[in-house]
């Protein structure tokens, strides 16, 4: 079983403020996306990294892929309200590119 | 990226009942994907639906329990079977998107079984 560890679990924090989310295995995938999920929504897409060390930005927020594609992080520099939310990465296995593994998620909170 | 729509939105259940879930998806698809998501828990994969093949199921998970159709490339439903509390959940479907691993979800069916 390829397991993906996120921390941290949960994160509560002002406005403006910044902060990063890793995701953490032993294995290597193929490609590792980024999700957010709002109370009572399915996920959405941030995001998906495909080449050992590739940053992507996306406004606030800054993605990495690890060298040996074992691991990620998500920034998002001076975070807002509307950022608050579930975050869940989930890698794809090389064999059946189809299929994820979800680590747990981040629960962030984002004070006023 | 794929709209996708589920019905129910919710639901709340008597235990030994069944339901049936159904995804709709805006254009064609070849894979579908069922997944559970328990209270403040993450994703797990139920099954994998391929239009005219039956579904795959992931460890822990059966046919008897989770029936699924997939009758064309834009429509499956999940039935969850004689369900008891411990089914209480969201139930997602997602589908492929054009990146390998990257996949699209519904907005879920949250589940909870009395």
């Known amino acids: 079983t390829q397991l993906l560890e996120q921390s941290p679990q949960f994160l509560s924090i002002q406005e403006g403020e910044n902060l990063t989310v890793y995701c953490n295995s032993s294995?290597?995938?193929?490609?590792l996306q980024w999700y957010r999920q709002e109370p009572g929504e399915g996920p959405v897409l941030l995001v998906t990294?495909?080449?050992?060390?590739e940053v992507k930005k996306l406004k606030r927020l800054t993605f990495q892929f690890g060298d040996a594609r074992k691991d990620s992080s998500l920034h998002i520099t001076a975070a807002q309200p509307g950022d608050t939310g579930l975050y869940l990465c989930?890698?794809?296995?090389?064999?059946?590119?189809?299929?994820?593994?979800f680590g747990k998620g981040t629960l962030l909170t984002v004070n006023p | 990226s794929a709209v996708i729509s589920q019905k129910p939105s919710r639901d709340i259940c008597q235990r030994g009942t069944s339901l049936t879930i159904q995804c709709q998806v805006d254009?064609?698809?070849?894979?579908m994907f069922w997944y559970r998501q328990q209270p403040g828990q993450s994703l797990t994969l139920i099954a994998t639906?391929?239009?005219?093949?039956?579904?795959?199921?992931e460890s822990g998970f059966v046919i008897d329990k989770f029936p699924i159709s997939r009758p064309n490339l834009t429509f499956s439903t999940l039935t969850v079977s004689n369900m008891s509390p411990e089914d209480s959940s969201i139930y997602l479907c997602?589908?492929?998107?054009?990146?390998?691993?990257?996949?699209?979800f519904g907005p879920g069916t949250r589940l909870t079984v009395t």
């Open positions: 254009s064609q698809v070849t894979m």
């Open positions: 294995s290597v995938f193929s490609s």
């Open positions: 997602s589908v492929e998107g054009p990146v390998g691993g990257e996949q699209y």
């Open positions: 990294v495909v080449t050992g060390g």
């Open positions: 639906a391929n239009q005219g093949s039956e579904a795959t199921y």
């Open positions: 989930a890698g794809a296995h090389g064999g059946s590119n189809y299929k994820l593994t």
